[in-house]
């Protein structure tokens, strides 16, 4: 991986890039996947074709609203979409809603455990923790 604000290679799992101290995808200077130079609106890096949307933050995400989301609305996959991960987040509310229905509600039921397990992850986590595995990293479940 390579940071976004000096285009040099920083580990994957590194909170600030050691080169500039800035948080690794919180820029739009460079391509984190291969390095090439961007413009800060571009949307698809032009040398390796990887999508720069998908990296952009969308503002600091509070782990106290994720956790209290996953507890009280886990069932529903809102803490997915408030984190940034929508893939996960439909499929828990797929789960949840037709499953639910197919299953009496013991789909439901599944899904609901699942989002107040991790509601309470979320909340066990320091700050940095929180920040690092499930904003900054790519931890979808658990």
Sequence with gaps: MYCRNCGKEVDEH????????????????????CGQETNPAQVICTKCGVSLASTLSLG????????????????LGIHKFYLGYNKEGIIML??????????????????????????ILYLTKSDEEFDRVYVQGTKTWF
């Excluded at 101290?21 to 820029?27: C, D, L, W, Y």
């Excluded at 600091?60 to 069932?75: E, M, Q, R, W, Y």
């Excluded at 949840?96 to 439901?108: F, H």
Aim: glycine share 20%.
């Design 60 to 75: 600091p995400k509070n782990k106290l609203v994720a956790g209290l989301l996953g507890i009280l609305l886990g069932s």
């Design 14 to 33: 590194a909170v600030a890039c050691p080169g500039c101290g800035v948080a690794p995808k919180s820029q739009k200077k460079f391509c984190f996947n």
């Design 94 to 119: 797929v789960v949840s809603v037709a499953g639910g229905m197919v299953t009496c509600g013991a789909g439901s039921v599944v899904v609901g455990i699942i989002g107040l397990i991790e509601g």
